[in-house]
């Protein structure tokens, strides 16, 4: 006869797990968001501006796993398969989309690391340093940076670019940025699926990005505006352009119901078109965006 072997579980796991459920249970929202490569003092900073608009926890994936399976809440299991390691789990009764915009909102400036690749252009400016004469004046020598003595500290004549878009960060650029506190990077956690209790919906593949966004609509009004235009379709921003074009087409059909010739242009104000060249009428987007699709 064999023994069965029976799993223990801590009184602190069952505790974790308890209050996992709890949360679950009391908040509109769950949001889960990567935690990967961010220092624990950028952590707590970001925890710090979300005070007051989530609770954040950063328990094990196990622990998550049995708290959604235990919180009575079938719908909220479908963001599971998010959840791998380096997750922080928050909980809000701010709407799902408007705390994943904060994450996104609320990031904190970070040193570069060596091997880190470079989103931007990094580059040292020109100026006034902290930094005394001695084993600095190699070290900014050594990344191309041309230097002065002034009043006993070093001084950067010209701005240089120690690293460009997509290179991987060397060791003594890494080592030159830190000591001239320069810190080329962002941090914030980053937001990967949400539910929401009162719609009762999980959203995965969460992705903030307002100023695209506000492109895309820019875009789309641009398009918009000629096709209301050209169909007839009224509004404040349309009315304009309806009216001039009612008044070309009036004329014209007069000018056939009648027999009269077209216009004839007097030949100073041909010369005059051909002379200058004409603009486009340019149409404020951001203006008219919210008469198009508010």
Do not use: W
């Amino acid at each position: 006869m064999t023994d069965k072997k029976t799993t223990h579980v801590s009184e602190e796991k069952k505790k974790v797990v308890k209050e996992l459920i709890n949360l679950i249970k009391t908040n509109r929202t769950i949001l889960l968001a990567s935690i990967k490569n961010i220092p624990t003092s950028q952590f707590q900073e970001i925890t710090k501006k979300l005070r007051g608009k989530a609770i954040i926890k950063v328990p094990k994936k196990n622990l998550i796993f049995k708290a959604l399976d235990d919180s009575g809440k079938e719908e909220i299991k479908g963001i599971k398969e998010k959840i791998k390691d380096n997750v922080a789990v928050l909980f809000s009764n701010v709407d799902c989309f408007d705390l994943a915009a904060e994450l996104v909102n609320s990031k904190s400036p970070a040193k570069a690391r060596v091997g880190q690749e470079a989103v931007e252009d990094i580059e040292v400016p020109a100026g006034p340093t902290e930094l005394i004469p001695g084993p600095a004046i190699s070290e900014l020598g050594a990344v191309g940076i041309l230097i002065q003595i002034d009043k006993g500290k070093i001084t950067i004549k010209q701005a240089k670019v120690v690293a460009k878009k997509g290179e991987k960060i060397s060791a003594p650029v890494a080592d030159i940025l830190s000591k001239l506190d320069i810190k080329p990077f962002t941090i914030s956690l980053v937001p990967l699926a949400g539910f929401d209790a009162d719609e009762k919906k999980v959203y995965l593949d969460i992705q903030i990005d307002r100023e695209g966004t506000v492109e895309k609509l820019k875009t789309a009004f641009g398009k918009a505006l000629p096709f209301a235009v050209e169909i007839g379709y009224v509004s404040n921003d349309t009315i304009n352009y309806l009216l001039q074009k009612a008044g070309r087409h009036a004329n014209k059909i007069n000018r056939i119901m009648t027999g009269e010739p077209e216009p004839v242009a007097v030949v100073e104000e041909v010369k005059e078109v051909k002379e200058e060249k004409k603009e486009e009428p340019k149409v404020d987007a951001s203006a008219g965006l919210g008469a198009l699709f508010g």
